[in-house]
């Protein structure tokens, strides 16, 4: 799945892939995507003027990176959510060069990684005049990195992806089902939504903002 501003590659990674996989762009930002059932992918759309929205761009990718922590300590995962100040520190530390292209090849403020700023939770939005659309996912499981970089012509950026990002998998020794996370997952965000119109409009019965959650 490629990035808004990846849609002019998209007939040349159609043809590098021949078939092997349905390639489709998305209207998020970021990079491109390996879907699969290694991956559980989150979208929220947010009406103008939701409290998620108030302190701006990074602001909002703040809350949806912390519902995100908060799904992994359910399951014993340690991450952490990278502020813009802990961004600086990590990026030099990780020791291997970014891949610009692919979502998972670089570190955006508030995305969730490892203690050694392995990335595991990667964050993009789309923002118009009516809303806001917020999308995350979670490498549940070891993506097929050389399928990616094959079809984006960048077969060796293969092995670079593989060192920067970590799986919930690895991280908990055992694998976790796309279905129970993401029951998680949008129990924390239906009750974090709710909770934060209610407070803001001094009313119990908040108006939800829309909310989807797709097992790879």
């Not at 050389?146 to 670079?160: K, N």
Request: with cysteine.
């Amino acid at each position: 799945m490629l990035g808004c501003s990846q849609r002019l590659l998209l007939e040349t990674a159609q043809q590098r892939l021949e078939g092997r996989v349905e390639l489709l762009g998305r209207e998020s930002g970021g990079g491109a995507v390996l879907t699969g059932p290694w991956l559980v992918g989150v979208s929220v759309v947010l009406p103008p003027g939701h409290p998620w929205l108030a302190g701006g761009l990074l602001e909002s990718y703040r809350h949806l990176g912390q519902l995100h922590l908060a799904a992994l300590a359910a399951f014993g995962i340690p991450a952490f959510a990278l502020s813009p100040q802990e961004l600086a520190r990590v990026q030099p530390a990780i020791g291997v060069r970014s891949v610009d292209w692919a979502c998972f090849g670089s570190l955006s403020p508030w995305e969730v990684v490892n203690a050694q700023g392995r990335k595991l939770v990667g964050l993009a939005q789309r923002r118009r005049q009516t809303g806001v659309l917020l999308v995350a996912g979670t490498l549940l499981d070891v993506p097929d990195w050389p399928l990616l970089c094959g079809a984006m012509g960048q077969p060796l950026d293969a092995p670079i992806l593989r060192q920067r990002t970590v799986s919930c998998a690895e991280l908990a020794q055992q694998r976790i089902s796309a279905e129970q996370f993401a029951g998680v997952l949008m129990q924390g965000l239906e009750y974090s939504l709710a909770c934060m119109l209610a407070t803001q409009r001094g009313a119990p019965r908040a108006r939800r903002a829309g909310s989807s959650l797709s097992p790879g």
